[in-house]
């Protein structure tokens, strides 16, 4: 054996399970045929954080006067903003980098091909400077990750001019002055957020009755209200039937309630999903199974392919960077041993959007769909002392019961930094909490947390403030 592990993707699942692996003593390599961190550090999570932050600061500088400030103006230099996104991912990827040579896992630049081997499958190379390279572990793990999904059927792709993905979005050359976004899940939405920040004339589009489909209905409905504060504006439940691009711009035809429209604008950014990198893998000819553009595994991660697993994107929803770590650790630690039960841990989701949306667990709709009985609570940022010195009073705290345990099932929030907050109810229903134990627990003053404590309070007609 070259390797007791070899790891296919350096994005937060894959190099996160490599340094575990190494920290349980195996000999462990990671192939990556791109940048090291994968698409989340390079091109996904963390640059479009720092453009957020770009977008947040320049529209905060329109509301000085709100805060007793002045300022003679305001103006942005779009190459700079773009530069330190581009800045922030450098550096973080150099930190990866650098945690490879810590734990001592051999890095192999290359892209992989999976061959039948004993007793995993052997790791065919071809190198990026030329040439191949074989190696056989006694396990491996496929993190490769997912792209942005395209239809091009109805010319949903990039044209690398005036049709963009995420990726295309990243980097652009000018700032729009009119756009297009279809698709409002998160990435969809942040883009939106970013843009609209800055000055541009954004109408989101999406297939479904409402935006930000996975969240609660009430925080769906929340948080498009606070975006058309903004100027955003919203198609819903409309089907997009030709997209097409020209030098000067884009051209959407689209159909709502039975009628057609048409939207023009500079650009479009496609933000309809994602699909798992599972092609040339080899995964066919080993009897791996793929559904719906997702590896099939189990509970541990394993395909059923002997020595074989798969986590993160490439292994389905939530395509999220968190939950690709800590299943690729969960993975690692059942593969030495110390995982003995399948990984259940809830999974928070966030939209770093403003305001922001972040979510744990069941919807209120879920849970009745289910068959439970709830206690819901709600406490609005509106009537919380920290949320208005801040001036940050939009938003709210919603909190999911089931009536007969006590156990909080779903917490739902939007607002100033709730993506911050909710791992306070992650690590509640992690540990099982009910009601009991969160009415009880002490949340310091003044400060936004207190909502969670006081939307606890509400389900069980207990609230103080209201």
Not at 128 to 136: H, L
Request: with cysteine; glycine share 12%.
């Amino acid at each position: 054996m070259d390797f007791d592990l070899v790891v296919i993707g350096s994005g937060p699942g894959g190099y996160v399970t490599a340094i575990r692996a190494s920290q349980l003593g195996l000999k462990t390599a990671i192939v990556e045929r791109a940048e090291l961190g994968g698409v989340c550090l390079n091109w996904g999570c963390i640059p479009t954080k720092a453009l957020l932050k770009s977008g947040e600061v320049y529209e905060e500088l329109g509301h000085l006067e709100d805060y007793g400030l002045k300022t003679e103006g305001r103006s942005f230099d779009f190459a700079k903003v773009v530069e330190r996104s581009r800045k922030v991912s450098a550096q973080l990827n150099a930190g990866v980098a650098f945690l490879m040579k810590k734990h001592k896992i051999e890095v192999i630049a290359g892209t992989a091909r999976l061959e039948k081997g004993s007793p995993a499958p052997k790791v065919v190379v071809k190198l990026n400077d030329g040439g191949s390279r074989t190696v056989q572990a006694k396990n491996v793990i496929l993190a490769t990750g997912a792209r942005a999904r395209t239809i091009p059927a109805v010319g949903l792709e990039p044209d690398g001019e005036r049709i963009w993905t995420y990726r295309e979005a990243l980097v652009p050359k000018f700032a729009p002055k009119t756009l297009v976004v279809i698709g409002s899940g998160a990435i969809g939405i942040e883009f939106a957020s970013f843009f609209r920040a800055l000055g541009s004339e954004v109408t989101v589009i999406e297939a479904l009755p409402r935006i930000l489909p996975v969240e609660d209905e009430e925080v769906s409905a929340a948080a498009q209200k606070a975006f058309q504060k903004r100027g955003l504006k919203f198609r819903v439940g409309a089907s997009v039937k030709k997209l097409s691009s020209s030098k000067s711009g884009v051209k959407v035809e689209l159909e709502a309630g039975g009628k057609a429209e048409t939207l023009e604008a500079e650009v479009a950014i496609v933000a309809v999903g994602i699909a798992g990198n599972v092609e040339d893998l080899g995964l066919e000819a080993l009897g791996a199974e793929v559904e719906k553009g997702h590896i099939v595994v189990d509970g541990h991660g394993a395909t059923g392919v002997p020595g074989l697993y798969a986590i993160g994107d490439v292994a389905g929803p939530p395509w999220l960077a968190h939950k690709a770590s800590h299943e690729g650790v969960h993975c690692v630690e059942h593969i030495a041993g110390f995982a003995p039960t399948n990984l259940t841990s809830p999974i928070p989701g966030c939209t770093y959007s403003t305001p922001q949306i972040a979510s744990i667990g069941l919807t209120e709709a879920q849970a009745k769909e289910g068959g439970r009985k709830v206690k819901v609570g709600r406490f609005p940022f509106r009537v919380n002392g920290k949320a208005i010195a801040s001036g940050e009073t939009e938003g709210f705290v919603k909190l999911v019961f089931d009536e007969a345990t006590g156990a909080l099932i779903g917490a739902h929030m939007i607002g100033a930094e709730v993506t911050e907050m909710i791992q306070g109810y992650a690590l509640a229903i992690t540990m099982e909490a009910t009601e009991a134990e969160l009415q009880a627990t002490v949340y310091p003053h003044p400060t936004m947390s207190e909502a969670m404590h006081e939307a606890a309070l509400d389900a069980y007609g207990r609230v103080l403030h209201i």
